[in-house]
């Protein structure tokens, strides 16, 4: 139920829409040539300058590079078509756009990923670096042709304030880049329409529709156009308003561990590149700041030795300051850590990592949340061995449930129900109660104890990192007499992972998929430990980093376990929990 404040807040705000689009406001002088403050114009490119103009040549070619893959449109770009489905919805007003019904509109993602025009930025970069007028032309040419088939609030990429915000961030870009090396026409004509896109972020900030990332993205770009155009005529309450929103959702959004509330390891990149962003522009406050560095101490920790994020929850395949390469990284500690807030544990000894999720879902909706409570993921350097299955789509129904499942996760499933039950593509109901018992690290060993309660089951997992050698896990589900079904799933980045594990059970092969990046997906290897009858049941597995494992026992009663794991070479490891 929306309460009497928010009913008058959306009222308000489509009625500042309908004027809007009725009577789009025009900039009365020409703001003078964009100069960057010194500590955005100091910022170096995150992908090498050859990489730049090939990716630059590309897109004269109208050959974008959109979720890991190429689209090429052909010489009429088509901007409000789903090229990869063949579905175009037509310049209605933008609240008539049925942009969530895939029949009707195609997939939006799609559709506003090359709408975000960050393809124009690698123009104005490769304008900038080698002078040449091509890359220019050709950035004019597109925004002059978008600008006639996305007529101010019509059409598709008017539908998400989000999509607006990129895509008015990306022509900050371009005017900071090759704004002087624009004719004076289309440059008034240009700034005119980024005032729009401005006037149209005031007007529908998501202060109650996703007050998340959507909300951040919104609130940075308000804030970077008043701050970097205070000749507009509302620059200065944009500036104002957005800082004071940016300030606010660090506090909400950003718990004490520095974790993102999200539960997502791809929207706290998300989310981290927003409020960094804004601190390069800003005078944020010094909780603002000590929160922020919180944030880069956790994905310090995350990104392991071979610096890189492991995937936990959504990865919409989106990026705020670069759509190719990998953000540069600096020197890293791979020490074992606790963020309790988030529920993330971190266990690490040599080039070994293991990140294990043993949090809740995220707040509200828990939109971006997975269903994979006490799943980790394990990498030795820069080679994965145990993975997350990915996100690979938001609209069809049948794949976006399996990809957020708990079979996609190396985590329990008992009789085929999923930890909580999905409601729509962002939503979860029956959410469990996830707990963390018990954690200790020391030189040589790392110990977890955590719960997950759900439907009056019981899974108690326990992991034990003897470093660098070995992991040992051991779960116990309990519940409800009767027979049940329990499910532990693994999923593995190639087939000889499984050369490194032993199981206390009969495992068989299963297909499984995998999605590196959104919109992608392809087979994986997989195994399953099946388990019917009555509880409690305790199941376990070993992996052995350095040893060809052997065969793994249970050795004691189900209230004092111990393992023992026979390697090939002939040595034994036992372990007590």
Same mark, same amino acid.
């Given at each position: 139920?929306?309460?009497?404040?928010?009913?008058?807040? /959306?009222?308000?705000?489509?009625?500042? @829409?309908?004027?809007?689009?009725?009577?789009?406001?025009?900039?009365?002088?020409?703001? !003078?040539?964009?100069?960057?403050? +010194?500590?955005?114009?100091?910022?170096?490119?995150?992908?090498?300058?050859?990489?730049?103009?090939?990716?630059?040549?590309?897109?004269?070619?109208?050959?974008?590079?959109?979720?890991? #893959?190429?689209?090429?449109?052909? !010489?009429?770009?088509?901007? /409000?078509?789903?090229?990869?489905?063949?579905?175009?919805?037509?310049?209605?007003?933008?609240?008539?756009?049925?942009?969530? =019904?895939?029949?009707?509109?195609?997939?939006h993602?799609?559709?506003?990923?090359? @709408?975000?025009?960050?393809h124009?930025?690698?123009?104005?970069?490769?304008?900038?670096?080698?002078?040449?007028?091509?890359?220019?032309?050709?950035?004019?040419?597109?925004?002059?042709?978008?600008?006639?088939?996305?007529?101010?609030?019509?059409?598709? @990429?008017?539908?998400?304030?989000?999509?607006?915000?990129?895509?008015?961030?990306?022509?900050?870009?371009?005017?900071?880049?090759?704004?002087?090396?624009?004719?004076? =026409?289309?440059? *008034?004509?240009?700034?005119?329409?980024?005032?729009?896109?401005?006037?149209?972020?005031?007007?529908?900030?998501?202060?109650y529709?996703?007050?998340?990332?959507?909300?951040?993205?919104?609130? %940075?770009?308000?804030?970077?156009?008043?701050?970097?155009?205070p000749?507009?005529? *509302?620059?200065?309450?944009?500036?104002?308003?957005?800082?004071?929103?940016?300030?606010?959702?660090?506090?909400?959004?950003?718990?004490?561990?520095?974790?993102?509330?999200?539960?997502?390891?791809?929207?706290?990149?998300?989310?981290?590149?927003?409020?960094?962003?804004?601190?390069?522009?800003?005078?944020?406050?010094?909780?603002?700041?000590?929160?922020?560095?919180?944030?880069?101490?956790?994905?310090? $920790?995350?990104?392991?030795?071979?610096?890189?994020?492991?995937?936990?929850?959504?990865?919409?395949?989106?990026?705020?300051?670069?759509?190719?390469?990998?953000r +540069?990284?600096?020197?890293?500690?791979?020490?074992?850590?606790?963020? &309790? =807030?988030?529920?993330?544990?971190?266990?690490?000894?040599?080039?070994?990592q293991?990140?294990?999720?043993? #949090?809740?879902?995220?707040?509200?909706?828990?939109?971006?949340?997975?269903?994979?409570?006490?799943s980790? %993921?394990?990498?030795?350097?820069?080679?994965?061995?145990?993975?997350d299955?990915?996100?690979?789509?938001?609209l069809?129904?049948?794949?976006?449930?399996?990809?957020?499942?708990?079979?996609?996760? @190396?985590?329990?499933?008992?009789?085929?129900?999923?930890?909580?039950?999905?409601?729509?593509?962002?939503?979860?109901?029956? *959410? +469990?109660?996830?707990?963390i018992?018990?954690?200790?690290?020391?030189?040589?060993?790392?110990?977890?104890?955590?719960?997950?309660?759900?439907?009056?089951?019981?899974? *108690?997992?326990?992991?034990?990192?003897?470093?660098?050698?070995?992991l040992?896990?051991?779960d116990?589900?309990?519940?409800?007499?009767?027979?049940?079904?329990?499910?532990?799933?693994?999923?593995? $980045? /190639? &087939?000889?992972?499984?050369?490194?594990?032993?199981?206390?059970?009969?495992?068989? $092969?299963?297909?499984?998929?995998?999605?590196? %990046?959104?919109?992608?997906?392809?087979?994986? !290897? #997989?195994?399953? %430990?099946?388990?019917?009858?009555?509880?409690?049941?305790?199941?376990?597995?070993?992996?052995?980093?350095?040893?060809?494992?052997?065969?793994?026992?249970?050795?004691?009663?189900?209230?004092? +376990?111990?393992?023992?794991?026979?390697?090939? =070479?002939?040595?034994?490891?036992?372990?007590?929990?």
């Open positions: 139920m929306r309460s009497p404040r928010e009913i008058a807040f /959306r009222l308000k705000q489509e009625f500042a @829409n309908l004027l809007l689009w009725r009577f789009p406001p025009s900039l009365s002088t020409l703001p !003078p040539p964009l100069k960057l403050p +010194p500590s955005v114009e100091h910022l170096q490119p995150t992908v090498p300058t050859a990489e730049i103009l090939r990716l630059a040549d590309e897109t004269l070619q109208h050959r974008f590079p959109i979720f890991g #893959g190429i689209l090429e449109t052909g !010489p009429d770009i088509r901007w /409000r078509r789903d090229y990869l489905h063949g579905i175009e919805t037509g310049p209605s007003y933008f609240r008539l756009i049925p942009y969530l =019904d895939f029949t009707r509109a195609g997939d993602k799609y559709i506003w990923e090359l @709408n975000r025009h960050q124009l930025v690698l123009l104005a970069q490769a304008y900038h670096f080698t002078g040449r007028t091509e890359y220019l032309h050709e950035a004019q040419i597109q925004l002059t042709d978008w600008l006639a088939e996305n007529p101010p609030l019509r059409g598709i @990429n008017w539908t998400s304030a989000l999509e607006v915000a990129f895509r008015a961030l990306s022509w900050v870009w371009l005017d900071a880049l090759a704004g002087a090396g624009l004719p004076t =026409d289309f440059r *008034r004509v240009f700034l005119n329409a980024l005032y729009l896109h401005g006037c149209f972020l005031e007007r529908n900030l998501s202060i529709f996703s007050p998340n990332t959507h909300l951040l993205g919104e609130a %940075v770009a308000l804030h970077t156009l008043g701050a970097l155009y000749a507009f005529p *509302r620059g200065l309450h944009w500036q104002s308003l957005g800082h004071q929103l940016l300030e606010q959702q660090m506090e909400r959004q950003v718990r004490d561990d520095g974790s993102h509330f999200e539960q997502s390891t791809y929207y706290h990149v998300y989310a981290h590149d927003m409020f960094l962003w804004h601190d390069l522009l800003a005078d944020t406050s010094p909780k603002y700041k000590s929160k922020l560095q919180l944030m880069e101490e956790y994905l310090d $920790a995350l990104r392991g030795p071979a610096k890189t994020i492991p995937l936990i929850g959504d990865d919409d395949g989106g990026r705020f300051f670069l759509i190719s390469g990998e +540069p990284a600096s020197s890293h500690e791979n020490r074992s850590r606790l963020f &309790p =807030d988030a529920g993330t544990v971190v266990m690490a000894a040599g080039d070994i293991i990140v294990i999720k043993a #949090g809740g879902f995220g707040p509200g909706s828990a939109g971006h949340s997975h269903s994979d409570a006490l980790f %993921v394990c990498r030795r350097g820069a080679d994965w061995l145990l993975v299955s990915g996100t690979y789509t938001y069809d129904p049948e794949w976006r449930d399996r990809f957020r499942g708990s079979a996609a996760h @190396n985590t329990i499933r008992i009789d085929h129900h999923d930890q909580a039950t999905p409601t729509g593509p962002f939503g979860w109901a029956g *959410r +469990p109660d996830v707990r018992v018990d954690w200790s690290s020391t030189e040589d060993r790392d110990s977890l104890t955590a719960e997950c309660r759900y439907s009056g089951f019981t899974h *108690r997992r326990r992991l034990l990192f003897l470093k660098p050698d070995a040992f896990v051991l116990q589900v309990e519940g409800p007499p009767g027979e049940h079904l329990v499910e532990q799933f693994w999923h593995a $980045a /190639r &087939p000889d992972t499984f050369q490194q594990m032993a199981f206390s059970h009969n495992s068989e $092969a299963i297909e499984t998929w995998h999605s590196d %990046v959104f919109g992608s997906k392809y087979p994986a !290897p #997989g195994r399953v %430990v099946a388990y019917r009858g009555s509880l409690a049941v305790i199941l376990a597995v070993a992996i052995s980093f350095h040893a060809e494992p052997g065969r793994l026992v249970i050795e004691e009663s189900a209230m004092q +376990p111990a393992l023992a794991l026979w390697l090939r =070479d002939g040595t034994t490891l036992r372990v007590r929990f």
